[in-house]
Nanobody, 116 residues
Framework: QVQVVESGGGLVQPGGSLRLACETS????????VGWYRQAPGKRRELVAT??????NYGDAVKGRFTISRDAAKNTVYLQMNMLKPEDTAVYYC???????????WGQGTQVTVSS
């Protein structure tokens, strides 16, 4: 059974940094894409970043500021967020999608608030 658990959210001032962690279990990184998405109040869920065995993608709003990475030994995918802006405030969700079955498992989300 695939499980995905996010952590690392919190309150940070504009211009600050946070690192989110997505701890996974039950997946094999070579056949899964792990992604970060976010949803602000009243807005649609949007892509932040995805990481597969062959590719990394970023949403336009975070390019150059956020970095997705993986520690395979810890089964964890990280999202390093720098130069945070108030508009980055959202609940951040992690998911893991099987490349072959396309089945997606979502975490419960972690709140990120950027405010002075």
């Amino acid at each position: 059974q695939v499980q995905v658990v996010e952590s690392g959210g919190g309150l940070v001032q504009p211009g600050g940094s946070l690192r989110l962690a997505c701890e996974t279990s039950g997946i094999i990184f070579s056949i899964y894409t792990v992604g970060w998405y976010r949803q602000a109040p009243g807005k649609r869920r949007e892509l932040v970043a995805t990481l597969s065995s062959t590719n990394i993608n970023y949403g336009d709003a975070v390019k150059g500021r956020f970095t997705i990475s993986r520690d395979a030994a810890k089964n964890t995918v990280y999202l390093q967020m720098n130069m945070l802006k108030p508009e980055d405030t959202a609940v951040y969700y992690c998911n893991a999608q099987n490349t072959f079955t396309t089945r997606i498992s979502w975490g419960q989300g972690t709140q990120v608030t950027v405010s002075s």
